[in-house]
């Protein structure tokens, strides 16, 4: 039973309570008043509630794909965010109704990204999956939605993490051009952990020479999952050149994805395959994380460089992982105040740079789509050395050796002067 069906027996069955009241309370002219209220605001709430349109086939089956995806693949009990333009509204009601007729998860829903009321909110935090619906794949309504979620609102401590799963849906197909768009804007924003689902590619996009080949497919009309993978090869780290088909979600009686695999596979291996890790560094004034330091040489020339702790550990994990450091020059006013805030965030957005060394204080970046290591700690050790003892001369004789041995070594020498004694005596040789 879908969301509209469930809702149109709710309201036939309404209805036959309401005429039993009628009829009860026709003889009194006060109840009748108040019986008029109640059916005109029960009228009310029941019309926000049911889409104002039917939905169409695709838009039947694109709701049952993505019910299927979120009790598979989002975390269980968690927040789910829905997000849609208010021409999309009937299709976010019946996606909001069907999740909650088969889960008892808190979902959000959203229009154009606004969420009106904060204060009924609290339970949003980094651990929430998010489905972004748009009707046609356009790029600036899916930057509107999420912007509307993040830099619209600084309610929320924390939006989401790199951990967190985001799905964008929408019944007609999606262009090739249109795809990258969207999983270009993913990663500027570190999302990586995304899947596009739309109606599949039948005709070579003209902006890409290749079609992308599915096997064990029948013809009938299907939903494509579609996702990119990042730090491929060198040639390939955060531009997005490739767009993978994983799955294919079937339109008919036994609905179903025809591979069954994983939608949200690890994209990130532990190899980087040599690709950069651009840096921007501020200078920390510290050795604990980093300091600028100038060397002048014999002809005068002025070399500056940097050292500290940060960036020396910095360098033994990306060794590690097999990436280049890159340094970025530190961009002007790069201070701790508001000012070098946006300058930051601008750098890290424009994919200008990926990390941000030197103290970079947690309480300056308010935008909650960066991740963040600990604070520095500092502390301090001390060493406590006993003062040395002197001991008398003669008692340095008494120390050669422990008190047990001195035990066992003097009744060894009264035992073997007793033996001897006794030897002596009673010995038959003159001797």
Known sequence: MTGIQYGIMQLKLCGVIYFILFIFFLQNEKYKVILLVILLFSGITNGVLLPTRSLTLQEVHLVRSLTYISHKYFASGRTVVISSPSAYRDVQEELMSEIHRTSTWPVVVTVGGNISNFEKTDFINGDVSYIILIPDGKYKSFVTEVYGLVLGQ??????????????????????????K?????????????????????????????????????????????????????SDSCTEVNDITLLDSWVISAQEHFTKNIDLFPRKINKSFNGCPMKAVVRDGHGYITTSYVNSTYANRSVMSYIEGLEKKLLLIVLQQMNMTYVYVPTPEGFEIGQASVAKLVGTLIGKKAYIALGDVATQILLF???????????????????????YPRWNSIFRILSAALWLV???SIVILAILFKILGRYSSTSE
């Open 368 to 390: 909650s789509f960066f991740d963040i290591t600990n604070s520095y700690f500092m502390t301090s050790i001390h060493w406590y050395v006993p003062c040395p003892v002197k």
């Open 409 to 411: 070594l003097i009744i």
């Open 181 to 233: 768009d969207i999983f270009d804007f993913f990663s500027k924003l570190r999302i990586y952990n995304c899947i596009i689902e739309s109606p599949e590619h039948y005709v070579v996009d003209k902006e890409y020479s290749r079609t992308i080949k599915v096997n064990n497919v029948d013809t009938d009309m299907k939903f494509g999952v579609y996702t990119w993978f990042p730090y491929q090869s």
């Open 154 to 179: 600084n309610k929320f401590k924390r939006i989401w993490t790199s951990e967190s799963r985001f799905v964008v849906a929408g019944a007609n197909e999606f262009s090739m051009s249109q795809q």
